[in-house]
């Protein structure tokens, strides 16, 4: 085999190798750009929380809301009593499950 056919096999060697690593690089590129868009998600939310929290109303009808669904997501959510062995009344949302301890 002659060095000019030699090399003509290393070159495409290296080019099937750079396409497989072609398609993992898009791949991460991908990955980057789908967690950018939830970074920017995120801060676009984050940045209207102060705004959201001065709006929050804390009860809907004899509901209690969740005001962390309301800060984090826009949503209105139910806080439900659960029993508590403290002197605090203690809420659990059901949208998010956080629970709240509050002074009666
Ligand atoms: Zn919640």
């Known amino acids: 085999m002659s060095i000019e056919v ?4 290393l070159a495409l060697a290296m080019a099937t190798d750079t396409a497989m ?4 690089l898009r ?3 991908q990955d980057i750009e789908r967690q950018k868009l939830e970074l920017q998600k995120k801060i676009e ?3 209207q929380s ?3 929290a001065e709006e929050f ?3 809907s009808g004899i509901d209690y809301l ?3 669904c309301w800060v ?6 139910l806080l439900r009593p659960i029993p508590s062995t403290t002197r605090q009344d203690i809420f659990r949302c059901g949208s998010c499950g956080a629970e709240f301890s509050l002074d009666p």
């Open 45 to 47: 939310t984050a940045s």
């Open 6 to 9: 030699q090399l003509k096999q």
């Open 66 to 68: 969740c005001p962390r």
């Open 27 to 29: 791949s991460q590129l």
């Open 21 to 24: 690593r072609l398609n993992v």
């Open 72 to 77: 984090q997501h826009c949503r209105n959510s």
């Open 57 to 59: 109303r804390p009860k």
């Open 50 to 52: 102060s705004k959201r």
